[in-house]
């Protein structure tokens, strides 16, 4: 057995699960391998980042291991959220944040089944600019978070509450997505504020 490739494998899962984590048990799922042999290859990994000095880290929260930054390293981070070429909004992240918005409470997982791409980014983006939040978790399988938008969302848009999100046409929701992030994208045009404005 290759526990090199396993590691290099378990690293990959452990990225795509992003803030969610994945359990020993699930590894063990995934990986076909016995539940104790998986959280071993997971404690060696570990060890294999903090020997090598790696930006990242493994955490174990709630039974669940995550990749996670270091907290040392937490000011460049919010440099980074915050640098002015940050400030606009991406496609990704308007079209991230019209599915949250119109269909809030929702998980991540949720999400990307509407975008079909991973929106690992996206979410982090948003949370880190105060327009989307953890707002609870679900009641399924690994309890994974909600997202809702924050205070910040509606004085970014300028509603009055969320009730004032402009309406779609179209009454398929699940064909809605296009409509609902050009309604959020004209909602901004003339208007868009940085961050920085808004945190003002």
């Known amino acids: 057995m290759d526990y090199q490739k396993l590691k290099t494998i378990i690293e990959g899962l452990l990225f795509m699960a992003g803030d969610e984590g994945l359990t020993k048990r699930q590894l063990a799922d995934i990986l076909e391998l016995d539940a104790d042999l998986a959280s071993d290859l997971v404690y060696d990994l570990q060890r294999d980042l903090e020997r090598e000095g ?106 009055p509450s969320i009730k004032e999100l402009p309406e779609p046409g179209n009454v398929d929701i699940d064909d809605a997505l296009e409509e609902q992030t050009q309604l959020l994208f004209d909602r901004l045009d003339g208007q868009q504020m940085t961050i920085e404005e808004i945190k003002e």
């Open 54 to 159: 790696r930006g990242i880290q493994i955490a174990e929260v709630a039974a669940s291991y995550r990749l996670t930054t270091h907290l040392e390293h937490a000011p460049y981070f919010e440099r980074m959220a915050y640098t002015p070429t940050r400030s606009q909004l991406s496609q990704a992240a308007l079209e991230t944040l019209s599915i949250v918005a119109y269909r809030q409470p929702i998980t991540r997982i949720s999400i990307e089944e509407i975008r079909g791409v991973k929106s690992d980014r996206a979410i982090q983006s948003l949370v880190s600019k105060d327009l989307i939040e953890e707002v609870g978790r679900a009641e399924q399988i690994g309890r994974p978070i909600l997202y809702g938008t924050t205070k910040s969302f509606l004085d970014y848009f300028g509603l």
